[in-house]
């Protein structure tokens, strides 16, 4: 019994860190192995916990989306990670065996033809009502040509690609989704479907709970073509029996490899309805269908080195590097080890002899470790700065941290923001990129990015690079030298300075370096839109020798263009706020240039001394469009903007 509540807590923090926190504590092998530990010990004992993961499905209902009860609780399946039980399970019957999808489970409801209701999966018993967000999904029809009352059950994904596009355009590399599922999660579950619409959720029936009047001839498959007729996605699935299902299960295994769709395995179910419904359920699990996971091919193999790599939060991560093995048709050489807690618990020293195996058939990592050496080897020097590390316990697990607050590691984010568009729009350097590239010892400071080419070697061999990619890094250096003062400077990161005060600083001092440098605090505040806080933090920053030489260093590096003041500053004297999306512009950053360069403002709010607000959406509620209404401030389109 000791050990039965030890598991439900242990099992339950993991789920809540999962499924609520976006986050892994457990390794999926690890939790697995713990569930059937503790289905074994409430089969032995006859006991099971009201807390117990055995009875719960799915997380906790904690947004502030509306909640709505389903019609009968939405059960878990049973599963098996064992062919032959598999093949024993489905016998002589006819069955379907389809992708266990790796999403968000959603109901659907349709009457008069029309899509009318979309809950989520929630706890099993208590669904979020997300039927705006289901309007959105990439594939789901709004109108279909049947006419009764249809309820079905599918899956809501995010492809591979979709998540990783996504994920490239998430500059803070700690920011990033860890997988699609959690990415799925979070757009489902959205408050505002604009967000959802820009994410590509897609959706794959898997189950026709009901459809009112229609003869499916007690066929699942016949539910699936007709759903096929209405214009639903199916999950994509094989028929089969006994006698072909070792082969189909062996198709699914190679196939999971070109998958567009995260799958996390297969689901089986009997294709006569009402052979399934005569055989009932548990209080956790149908008995019509069962869940098959792909037992974890596991190689053993010597553990080389720990590679210590440091982020920007000054975690120091450990990774592990061992003799290369082939694992589901690839070669793999490492693995993340996540933390040091995890390194004591598998006792993981150089040298052992470790299992290693791919989560979910893609993520390597270390299942077990058969010798046991020990842990011998945290530095006591951060492999970036050379500077002290500490270990600190946070949420429960140990982790190597640099204590150098000077670090280059953690100035992950400046170096983001020097390479940003509105700075010196260095392209192919991602946050990820620098981050490699500085726990290398490439970078240090910002000129060091122009001299990178005395790194080629070790670039092109690096993951994710090639000679192409180094070519075309190379050549976007070479066109970040052709600049302007003012990107430079608001690539520095000085607090307070933008872009738009960055420009009107330059344009004050003709862009001479050393004028600016020399300028005191009064005759920067003393430039209009700038201001005393603004220009103390300019003063600031360059007062510091080291910063100054760092500077010069990277002027160096670039070939300067003064700016021309070719328009005529029709806007000047008049301040602007931009919100809602843009049809003429690319983006806010284009026509805050725009208006800059005639001589306006652009200010973040509304307020008193707002003259317009451009805002394509007239009639909108927004914040900024009430604000204006009460202060009484013109809400202009783009088209009545450029009229000006």
Partial sequence: MARIKELTRLLDRAAKAYYQEAREIMSNLEYDRLYDELKSLEKETGVTLAGSPTVKVGYEVLSELPKERHESPMLSLDKTKEVEELQ????????????????????????????????????????????????????????????????????????????????????????RYKNPRNLCSGSVRQLNNEITARRNVRFYAFNLVRAEGVDFENSRERQFVWLREQGFDVVEYRVVTGENLAETVEWFSRAIEKNPVPSDGL????????????????????????????????????????????????????????????????????????????????????????????????????????????????????????????????????SLYCANPECQAKKIKSFTLFVSRDALNIEGLSEATLEKFIARGFVHEFSDLFRLSGYRDEIVTMEGFGEKSYVNLMDSLERARETSLYRVIYGLGIPNVGLSNARLICKQFDAEVETLLEASSGDLSAIDGVGTVIADSFVEYFADAGRRERFYRLLK????????????????????????????????????????????????????????????????????????????????????????
């Fill in 88 to 175: 024993e399970w489905v016998g002589v019957h006819k069955s379907l065996l389809s992708w266990k999808l790796d999403g968000l489970t959603i109901v659907l409801t349709y009457e008069n033809g029309s899509l009318v209701k979309a809950v989520t999966r929630g706890n099993g018993e208590v669904g979020e009502v997300i039927t705006g967000n289901a309007r959105v999904f990439k594939n789901v029809p709004l109108v279909i040509p049947f006419e009764g009352e249809l309820i079905l059950r599918g899956e809501a994904v995010i492809t591979y690609e979709d998540f990783e596009k996504i994920n490239r355009e998430i500059p803070d590399a700690e920011a």
């Fill in 267 to 398: 689901v089986a179910v009997y294709d006569d309805m009402e052979y399934g419904r005569s055989l009932g359920a548990t209080s956790r699990f149908p008995r019509d269908s069962i869940a098959f996971k792909w037992a974890d091919e596991m190689r053993e193999t010597v553990l080389k080195e720990i590679e210590w790599s440091p982020s920007r939060t000054g975690l120091i991560n450990p990774v592990a590097i061992f003799e290369p093995v082939e694992l589901e048709g690839t070669t793999v050489s490492r693995a993340s080890v996540h933390n040091i807690s995890i390194m004591k618990g598998l006792e993981l020293g150089i040298g052992d002899t470790i299992q290693v195996y791919k989560a979910n058939m893609i993520i390597p990592q270390i299942a077990e470790n058969l010798t046991r050496s020990g842990v011998t080897d945290i530095p006591k020097a951060c492999p970036t700065c050379g500077g002290a590390t500490e270990i600190l316990k946070v949420n429960d697990a140990e």
């Fill in 557 to 644: 590096e670039l070939h300067l263009k003064k700016e021309e003041v070719r328009e005529e500053q029709t806007l000047a004297g008049r301040t602007f706020v931009i919100t809602g999306t843009l049809e003429r512009f690319a983006n806010r950053s284009e026509l805050k240039a725009f208006i800059e360069e005639r001589g306006g403002k652009v200010t973040g709010s509304v307020t008193g001394k707002t003259d317009y607000l451009i805002n394509n959406d007239l009639t909108s509620n927004s914040g900024k469009n009430k604000k204006a209404r009460e202060l009484g401030v013109p809400i202009l389109s783009e088209e009545e903007f450029l009229k000006l």
